[in-house]
């Protein structure tokens, strides 16, 4: 295995590849400091799946937790007025684009003789990880909030994953799953798509999905659904070994879009502080207070000259029945986001010209539950109605 593959972006402690480790002894999060140039001769072009992009990924041999993921679609869509190509991530295995980190993470993992994780998730992520345990043969217990989606829950269980559900914020789901890691008497590993280092580097490979995509270009801008910022800062870290290959002449704008009752990041971004008070929003999936790498965010907008953008809660979910009307693809709330911030900044005047990408992370059927409210809507009026009483609800959870 490679040495010193982890550096703390405090203290500059490094770590080997092949150490078990999910944060610097000095309680910082790790970065992988090996991020060579990529390009086409680069890609195994017989290999059907995102494993085509081994030479950038961090394994030492053929991954043992094997789904064919990747490779998933782009599909041009008018939505809105809007010529719009959406990256439908939630074809991947577990429904959602959070199988992109897990392959990658799970089967370093694999590799290092775990068999016991834990997590802490909005939902996606704990799918995920239980779905790549499983097939592993791993044990897995997944930290969620008491008010994640009951089909969410549904599908760690059915992955034989142990649901533990905690009260309180997002950011305390998160200190419940460290803690339980941190347990001496039973040797669980802290497999979290926000600690550990090597989850950014499985996601980037949509970067390089999307150069294939638009035939060995980048898109013009990007619009990507963001909490804690692995599909963020994946785009970026996969953009940016493209463009220091010279496969690329320019990094794509990239739009981190979040919804207005829970964006620290776009409030550090226009503000400069990301202390907000979060209220309720129907978009679970992105409702994370404390972004862990919230410097590594910032600099991935202002180096792509992107930006931030906070959506109306009142429009989140009437995006989800109007885009499954008009495109055939039923999103999660936490997707629609991303759907009505491209009409915002494109009100605004702030889409480049060229390809828009939009990346479609997770499915609509995880969250019916969250949605059954407007999904039984007769009519506009009731519909609205219908959203406010479903943002109660998770408010009163």
């Not at 494993?51 to 490779?71: C, T, V």
């Amino acid at each position: 295995m490679a040495q010193d593959l982890y550096k703390c972006a405090k203290c500059g402690r490094t770590y080997p590849a092949d150490a078990r480790v999910w944060a610097c002894k000095c309680g910082h999060y790790l970065d992988v400091q090996q991020h060579d140039p990529f390009d086409k001769d680069d890609v195994d072009s017989l290999e059907p799946s995102l494993w085509r992009y081994r030479k950038a990924l961090h394994l030492d041999g053929s991954p043992s937790i094997y789904f064919r993921e990747g490779r998933t679609p782009l599909l041009e869509r008018t939505w809105d007025g809007l010529d719009l190509h959406f990256k439908v991530d939630f074809l991947m295995p577990s429904g959602s684009f959070k199988d992109r980190g897990s392959a990658l993470m799970m089967n370093r993992l694999a590799e290092l003789g775990v068999d016991d994780v834990v997590e802490d998730s909005s939902g996606n992520g704990g799918a995920s990880i239980a779905a790549y345990a499983a097939a592993a043969g791993m044990r897995c217990r997944i930290f969620v909030p008491a008010t994640t989606s009951e089909g969410k829950r549904a599908q760690v269980r059915a992955y034989g994953g142990t649901i533990v559900a905690v009260p309180g914020s997002r950011d305390d789901t998160a200190q419940a799953a460290q803690d339980a890691a941190r347990d001496t008497t039973r040797a669980s590993f802290y497999a979290s798509h926000n600690w550990y280092p090597l989850f950014p580097e499985g996601v980037k490979t949509v970067a390089f999905e999307l150069w294939e995509d638009f035939d060995y270009h980048a898109p013009a801008a990007v619009l990507v659904p963001t909490s804690y910022g692995s599909n963020l800062l994946g785009l970026y870290r996969g953009f940016s070994q493209l463009l220091a290959a010279g496969a690329i002449d320019k990094m794509p704008q990239l739009f981190a879009c979040q919804a207005a009752n829970c964006a620290p990041l776009h409030a550090l971004h226009t503000t400069g502080s990301a202390d907000i008070t979060p209220q309720p929003t129907i978009a679970e999936g992105i409702a994370g207070r404390n972004p862990l790498r919230k410097s590594e965010m910032l600099a991935a907008l202002t180096n792509s000259a992107g930006g931030t953008v906070a959506v109306p809660e009142d429009d989140i979910a009437e995006a989800v029945m109007s885009f499954a009307c008009s495109s055939g693809l039923f999103i999660e709330p936490t997707c629609a986001v991303a759907l009505v911030a491209a009409k915002q900044l494109a009100a605004a005047g702030r889409l480049p010209d060229g390809p828009i990408a939009v990346i479609l992370t997770g499915n609509g059927l995880k969250t019916v539950s969250t949605m059954m409210p407007f999904l039984m809507s007769d009519d506009a009026t009731s519909a609205q109605v219908s959203i406010a009483q479903a943002s109660n609800e998770i408010a009163d959870a």
